[in-house]
């Protein structure tokens, strides 16, 4: 994105502002589209996936108990793993995270035991030696792995997702504006916030009570704006929305209305077009599908912002 892209745009005209809103929005999806496809294919996210892609995706099980032993995990893998895919060492000292891993033996064709347990059960199954026998999930041991946190080394590849640019004026302003989008919203600072990895999250509550919207304060405030905003966005298009299926649909529309309101009020949110690359991979042409919700809850924000701005 050229800088002469981060300017703030204006619409000022009454009569013609809506429709002159929903061409730039138009425009500028069909912008993000190509970004997202020029980030799948670069370097930088090639390298970022190679990455991800030895981390074990581990169970819900699993994934709980992670969470409730260390909160902040975000990349877990075992002592040698660490060593040997990653060239990170485990810092002297350190707990370990303790999880559940599967244990893979011969099984038993009929009691599905491995060979020792199923020579101490009752099962009389000898058609075939247990040499023949496929392997299959027998039981589980308790396993130690490490967070990222708890290591040193060569440093993992990141992706630049960050939105760039002044918004002090922004931040103060869509804060204000929460009570016009029926929502609420906190600014929590990081010593006291309490979901991990997130930058921000939106809870859905009784239909009595408005969504709760949570953002983790940062230095960077062209990044918490664009955050703020993307939550938002699910406070206005998700609430009803209980899918697990939907969930990378409903990423894709809260971090593109993100892009678009940061981009009109003069932020660099190019940044979107990796969060966007790592949800959706090849399948950016997605975003299309869903531009009337992604158009009109963009406008919707602006609209409010703007007017908090006028008014001040």
Same mark, same amino acid.
């Given at each position: 994105m050229t800088t002469s892209d981060c300017l703030q745009v204006s619409f000022d005209d009454s009569d013609t502002r809506r429709d002159e809103m929903h061409s730039t929005i138009e425009a500028w999806v069909d912008d993000l589209v190509d970004e997202v496809d020029d980030a799948v294919s670069s370097e930088q996210f090639q390298k970022w996936l190679d990455v991800q892609s030895r981390f074990h995706d581990y169970s819900y099980r699993n994934t709980l108990l992670i969470t409730r032993q260390y909160p902040n995990a975000t990349h877990v893998a075992g002592y040698r793993t660490w060593q040997n895919e990653f060239n990170r060492y485990v810092n002297e000292g350190e707990s370990? @995270?303790? @999880?559940?891993?599967?244990? @893979?033996?011969? *099984?038993? +064709? /009929?009691?599905?035991?491995?060979?020792?347990?199923?020579? *101490?059960?009752?099962? =009389?199954?000898? /058609?075939?030696? +247990? /040499?023949?026998?496929?392997?299959? &999930?027998?039981? %589980?041991?308790?396993?130690?792995?490490?967070? %990222?946190? *708890?290591?040193?080394? =060569? +440093? &993992?590849?990141? &992706? /630049?997702?960050?939105?760039?640019?002044?918004?002090?004026? &922004?931040v103060p302003a869509l804060l204000e504006g929460a009570s016009m989008l029926e929502v609420e919203v906190e600014v929590v600072s990081p010593a006291e916030w309490p979901h991990g990895d997130a930058s921000g999250v939106c809870q859905y509550r009784s239909p009595a009570q408005q969504p709760l919207i949570e953002v983790r304060d940062r230095e960077n405030s062209a990044d918490l704006a664009v955050t703020t905003v993307h939550e938002y966005a699910h406070a206005l298009l998700h609430g009803a929305v209980d899918d697990e299926t939907e969930r990378s649909k409903r990423e894709l529309e809260a971090e593109v209305v993100g892009y678009i309101v940061g981009r009109y009020f003069g932020l660099d949110t190019s940044g979107s077009a990796f969060y966007l690359a790592a949800w959706q991979g090849e399948e950016s042409a997605a975003i299309l599908d869903r531009l009337e919700r992604i158009s009109s809850t963009a406008a919707k924000i602006i609209d409010v912002v703007d007017e908090v701005i006028t008014d001040e």
């Open positions: 370990a @995270i303790w @999880i559940w891993a599967p244990i @893979i033996a011969k *099984q038993c +064709p /009929e009691c599905e035991n491995s060979p020792s347990y199923h020579d *101490q059960s009752d099962c =009389e199954y000898d /058609e075939t030696s +247990p /040499e023949e026998w496929s392997e299959g &999930l027998v039981g %589980f041991r308790p396993t130690p792995v490490f967070d %990222f946190s *708890q290591t040193k080394g =060569e +440093p &993992l590849p990141e &992706l /630049e997702t960050e939105a760039t640019g002044e918004a002090d004026e &922004l």
